[in-house]
T-cell receptor, first 112, second 114 residues
Framework: DSGVTQTPKHLITATGQRVTLRCSPR?????VYWYQQSLDQGLQFLIQ???????AKGNILERFSAQQFPDLHSELNLSSLELGDSALYFC???????????FGPGTRLTVL | AQTVTQSQPEMSVQEAETVTLSCTYD???????LFWYKQPPSRQMILVIR??????QNATENRFSVNFQKAAKSFSLKISDSQLGDAAMYFC???????????FGTGTSLTVIP
């Protein structure tokens, strides 16, 4: 157990819908990262926050957005969902940007 | 952007034998970090080993060790005395010394044959 929690574990929804994925970092970690892993693919970096502020942006679609709250938990919002958005979404946290990351168990999103 | 290449999509090893997974990367930086992560069927991402580029000594964690060749930009993972529990997808990752972003390779799927 890495100490990073993600909810929900599984999510099934329809195209066009909007969902919110939640992540709670390890105690003491200020930095949160979001990744997308499609079937049999590597991890694609989406976005990173540090102490509430966006620090880095990767291959994140405009339909996706994220934020980190004062209590340091983070949410990833996915809207106008498409079939191709079906993937495993990981959250990771670290003490500070660039330190080794500890991953949550992931949220498996299925868009039907 | 930095790139991380894992040229072996799949590898297999007999139980108790040794296997080496390859990773190369592209960077113009002199200082950076390299990581190997393991993703078993549970899909959890687990840190296996970490190497600082400014350290010449290769990192070792129990049965896992790396062969870090800085000039060649190569970072291979050696698993000794392979166990059934080592079966997983292995990802190589790169991070700049002061960077915020990790760059991951596409992974190598390791099968351990009993």
């Amino acid at each position: 157990d890495s100490g990073v929690t993600q909810t929900p574990k599984h999510l099934i929804t329809a195209t066009g819908q909007r969902v919110t994925l939640r992540c709670s970092p390890r105690s003491g970690d200020l930095s949160v990262y979001w990744y997308q892993q499609s079937l049999d693919q590597g991890l694609q970096f989406l976005i990173q926050y540090y102490n509430g502020e966006e620090r880095a942006k990767g291959n994140i679609l405009e339909r996706f957005s994220a934020q980190q709250f004062p209590d340091l938990h983070s949410e990833l919002n996915l809207s106008s969902l498409e079939l191709g958005d079906s993937a495993l979404y990981f959250c990771a946290s670290s003490v500070s940007p660039g330190n080794e990351q500890f991953f949550g168990p992931g949220t498996r999103l299925t868009v039907l | 952007a930095q790139t991380v290449t894992q040229s072996q999509p799949e590898m297999s090893v007999q139980e108790a034998e040794t296997v080496t997974l390859s990773c190369t990367y592209d960077t113009s930086e002199s200082d950076y970090y390299l990581f190997w992560y393991k993703q078993p069927p549970s899909r959890q991402m687990i840190l296996v080993i970490r190497q600082e580029a400014y350290k010449q000594q290769n990192a070792t964690e129990n049965r896992f060790s790396v062969n870090f060749q800085k000039a060649a930009k190569s970072f291979s993972l050696k698993i000794s005395d392979s166990q059934l529990g080592d079966a997983a997808m292995y990802f190589c990752a790169y991070r700049e010394l002061t960077g915020n972003q990790f760059y991951f390779g596409t992974g190598t799927s390791l099968t351990v044959i009993p």
